[in-house]
């Protein structure tokens, strides 16, 4: 096999309100599995997805899990810091954490970092 050689590493924020299964989607993808336990999430959580892209490349998603209870928080813009991309859940079971999916969008806009911070970043 040949060894990988190209290594790409991405940091991507997985928000929305209390609840919603942050945390379960991201079990599902990285561990494949599903508890249906809850445990809130205190501040931030990681997880990485190592994917093989293909022979010679390896794509690594840093997945920031971030607690719900946090969005009004002064923190988000710490951990929103260069971030290449987000996903926003709701719980389709309530409609209240659907409507806030524009709140949660309006505070990405306001916190992200400018695009050319990103571009300066080294991994
Ligand atoms: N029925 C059902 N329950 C789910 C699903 N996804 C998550 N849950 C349950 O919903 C609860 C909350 O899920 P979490 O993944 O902890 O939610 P979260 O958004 O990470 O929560 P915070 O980090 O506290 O904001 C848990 O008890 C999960 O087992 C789903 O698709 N269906």
Do not use: C
Not at 28 to 34: A, E, L
Not at 56 to 66: H, S
């Amino acid at each position: 096999m040949q060894v990988p050689h190209k290594e790409h590493l991405y940091k991507l924020l997985v928000i929305g309100d209390l609840g919603v299964g942050k945390t379960s989607i991201i079990k599902r993808y990285v561990h494949q599995n599903f508890s249906s336990h809850y445990r809130a999430t205190i501040g931030v959580d990681f997880a990485l997805k190592v994917l093989h892209w293909d022979p010679e490349t390896v794509v690594r998603l840093q997945l920031w899990d971030i607690a719900g209870q946090e969005r009004f928080g002064n923190m988000t813009r710490v951990y929103y810091r260069e971030a290449m991309g987000a996903f926003i859940v709701f719980d389709v079971t309530r409609p209240a954490t659907f409507e806030a999916v524009a709140k949660w969008k309006n505070d990405l806009d306001s916190k992200l970092s400018l695009p050319n911070e990103i571009h300066h970043h080294k991994h």
